[in-house]
């Protein structure tokens, strides 16, 4: 079992900018991590990926504002937001692609960003 855990959330103003980590149970070596939202009354959607070997990938709506990382020796990835706008306004989820002997797909409980005046 894996257990993905976020933090980071939160109110923000538009322009404003939030760092979100995700801490997993344990090790993300060769892990592909990647943050999803989920808005009220929309589908959940890929919002940054990140492979073992560093490649990103991103939302377009988010590319230039968004930053994903990973630091292997702490198990954590991160999400640098700036800029935010009031459209960024979901539930934040890390997601994890495992292989314990069968591929497990995990997922954390969520984290809010709201971005409002």
């Known amino acids: 079992q894996v257990q993905l855990v976020e933090s980071g959330g939160g109110l923000v103003q538009p322009g404003d900018s939030l760092r979100l980590a995700c801490v997993a149970s344990r090790s993300i070596v060769g892990v592909v991590m990647a943050w999803y939202r989920q808005a009220p009354g929309k589908q959940r959607e890929l919002v940054a990926r990140?492979?073992?070997?560093?490649?990103?990938n991103y939302l377009d709506s988010v590319k230039g504002r968004f930053t994903i990382d990973r630091d292997n020796a702490f198990r954590k990835i991160t999400l640098d937001m700036n800029n935010l706008k009031p459209e960024d306004t979901a539930v934040y989820y890390c997601?994890?692609?495992?292989?314990?002997?069968?591929?497990?797909?995990?997922w954390g409980q969520g984290t809010q960003v709201t971005v409002s005046e």
């Open positions: 997601h994890g692609d495992f292989v314990l002997g069968t591929p497990v797909d995990a």
């Open positions: 990140i492979t073992r070997n560093g490649t990103t």
